[in-house]
């Protein structure tokens, strides 16, 4: 066995390397990339004739892996909270900061608005008039809330 880990070439690491890109084809997420990336790290370290040893070899690449691995989810956990796949089903929150203008009256703080082929129903702290230029600001489930601009 100790023959076989001495004998252990950077083709070897290469070749682990694919193997794990392969596996990240079928569906890991992202997780087998920084792996991958650390074996042919190793195998770049050994074609240079840095590392021999199979010990250090091995050594270099859990440390690697490790490493890349904190990286990934650290990278790929903030850009999946910039995400506005969150909104992508809220039709209301995807209109929140339009800017319209009034067809019909608000009276008593409530009316509606058409907007494309929907008319959502309007809520405002004050009546306002046909024409009067209004903002978006919120949303409370299906009833917009508009202010005055």
């Known amino acids: 066995m100790v023959e076989q880990l001495e004998s252990l070439t950077y083709w070897h690491w290469i070749i682990l390397a694919l193997l794990l890109l392969g596996g990240e084809a079928l569906g890991a997420a992202g997780f087998m990339i920084g792996i991958s990336i ?3 790290g190793v195998a770049l370290l050994m074609a240079l004739g840095i590392v021999v040893d199979w010990q250090i070899q091995f050594l270099l690449f859990a440390l690697l892996s490790v490493v890349a691995s904190i990286v990934f989810w650290k990278f790929f956990s ?3 909270e910039n995400d506005d796949a969150g909104m992508i089903n809220n039709r209301a929150a995807q ?3 339009r800017t319209l203008t009034l067809e019909h009256d608000v009276e008593n703080g409530q ?3 058409q907007i494309g082929d929907t008319f959502w129903k309007i809520v405002a702290q004050q009546d306002l008039k046909a024409g009067t230029l209004i903002e ?4 409370e489930g ?3 809330l508009i202010k005055k601009v």
Request: net charge positive; charged share 5%.
């Open 38 to 40: 650390s074996a042919l």
């Open 78 to 80: 903030v850009s999946s």
């Open 95 to 97: 209109l929140i900061g």
């Open 111 to 113: 009316g509606k608005l």
């Open 136 to 139: 978006i600001h919120g949303a």
């Open 142 to 144: 299906m009833v917009l």
